[in-house]
């Protein structure tokens, strides 16, 4: 006659409830196994997980262990042996369709795994030994594809590693020692052709570092030292024409630095302190003419700096101390004429700028205090007689507003406020005769009188 057993079902209740319901069935078993049900809060009644414990114990979960998502279909299954997972373990979709297969000895995960996507193309495959990846690990595309294939010894990354474009072509090639990239590396465009090769040492870029154009042309050639750009570099054109040289020192440049145009011609020569640019530093037009020629008395802090026309004519002046903005700005039109002038006061703007047509004529002078226009903006007939005055205030038209005849009569005047029109405006014919008054009030026309 066989003997009574038990099972144990567990459901948790809500918090307030503060009681936990058990259901006891059943028979129980000469082993002392007693079968475990947990219910998804906060109805407690769909099932959440089923498996066996030994004598009570709960870490001790034996035989068939089943997880179920909320609306009923197996999640993950696999079988425990006295608390420890043991074989093959399979995860599901919400459809049904297999996620992964991993294989547990004692504990452990040891042998194949396999992770699918719902249409069961493989995203990753691999091994472990004593839940150590172990072997070819391999990822794939969506496509199917191999995206990637690294090699791993107890968990540690040693030997080659590849990555691979969509099309199946190598993207990447790396070396790993102990973990750390070592040896030669390179790199590939999608079409198979060679892009970049360079070498690590004990996972930091050291010696030389190469790119290539899709056409087999050098692109750039530098030379690194732990992990830094050191000493001379170049760079090539896809033509193979140099286009840049110089040098640097721990990632910054240092010394000479020279660029060409495509042609051959000079386009910049420089002078590098540490990243700072030093001494002359010189741009020309691809015709050889002079287009900015940079003086720096500190380093990339106090200089004079001027722009030129091809034919030579000063295009630009431009100061600095300190790094800041300081003196006069100009601008200069073609014939020489000053076309603007803008006052700098400790990197702001502060004070009046003019601006000019080529015929040295004013056009507009604007007010700043402090990089905001504050104070009357003036613009100008070309006779030179004032045309508008608009107030400003912290950047917004707030104040008196006067337009005027070329013969200096008053034509419009008002107010502004916060940008808009406020309070009373009038308009004036050639003889300074009122002809019509309008009020507003924030900027919408409230009445208007024609005299």
């Known amino acids: 006659m066989s003997k009574p057993y038990v099972i144990l079902r567990e459901a948790f209740f809500m918090q307030k409830i503060g009681t936990t319901l058990l259901f006891t069935l059943l028979n129980l078993c000469c082993f002392g196994q007693q079968e475990v049900v947990k219910y998804y809060p906060p109805e407690f009644k769909k099932v959440k997980e089923k498996y066996s414990i030994l004598n009570g114990d709960s870490t001790l979960i034996h035989g068939v262990y089943t997880k179920f998502f909320e609306e009923g279909q197996v999640m993950m299954t696999g079988n425990f042996d006295n608390g420890k997972p043991n074989g093959e373990f399979v995860e599901f979709y919400e459809t049904g369709d297999t996620l992964s297969r991993t294989n547990y000895q004692s504990g452990n995960k040891t042998g194949a795994f396999l992770v699918l996507s719902k249409e069961g193309i493989p995203i990753q495959k691999g091994a472990y030994e004593n839940n150590q990846l172990n072997g070819m690990i391999t990822a794939y595309f969506e496509n199917g594809k191999v995206k990637k294939q690294s090699t791993f010894n107890n ?89 840049e040289k110089g040098s640097y020192v721990d990632g910054i440049n240092n010394g000479s630095r020279e660029t060409y145009y495509d042609s051959g011609k000079p386009k910049e020569i420089q002078s590098f302190q540490l990243g700072a640019k030093v001494g002359e530093n010189k741009t020309f037009y691809e015709t050889g003419e002079l287009m900015w020629l940079e003086n720096y008395t500190k380093a990339a802090k ?61 056009l507009r002078s604007t007010t700043y205090q402090f990089n905001r226009q504050s104070g009357p903006v003036t613009d100008y007939y070309l006779t030179g007689k004032k045309k508008t005055v608009t107030n400003f205030v912290n950047g917004q038209k707030s104040g008196r507003f006067y337009q005027y005849d070329e013969n200096e009569q008053i034509k419009v005047k008002g107010n502004h406020l916060y940008n808009v029109r406020q309070g009373t405006w009038q308009y004036f014919d050639e003889n300074g005769k009122l002809t019509k008054s309008e009020i507003y009030s924030r900027g919408e026309l409230v009445r208007s009188t024609e005299n």
Do not use: C, M
């Not at 101390?321 to 601008?331: A, E, H």
């Open 155 to 243: 968990g540690i990354l040693e030997g080659p590693a590849v990555e691979y474009h969509k099309n199946g072509n190598k993207k990447l090639e790396f070396i790993y020692a102990q973990g750390k990239q070592n040896g030669l590396a390179k790199s590939y465009y999608e079409s198979g052709e060679l892009s970049s090769e360079y070498s690590y040492a004990n996972g930091i870029i050291n010696g030389a570092f190469k790119t290539f154009y899709k056409n087999g042309n050098p692109e750039w050639s530098y030379n690194y030292q732990n992990g830094y750009k050191n000493g001379a570099y170049e760079h090539f054109n896809n033509q193979g024409a140099l286009i």
């Open 302 to 362: 106090d200089a004079v700096i001027k722009e030129y026309y091809k034919s030579g004519q000063v295009k630009s002046e431009q100061y600095y101390k300190g790094g800041k903005r300081i003196k006069d700005w100009k601008t200069f039109h073609p014939n020489g004429a000053l076309a603007n002038e803008t006052p700098y006061f400790e990197n702001v703007i502060n004070g009046v700028v003019n601006e000019y047509n080529d015929q040295k004529q004013i």
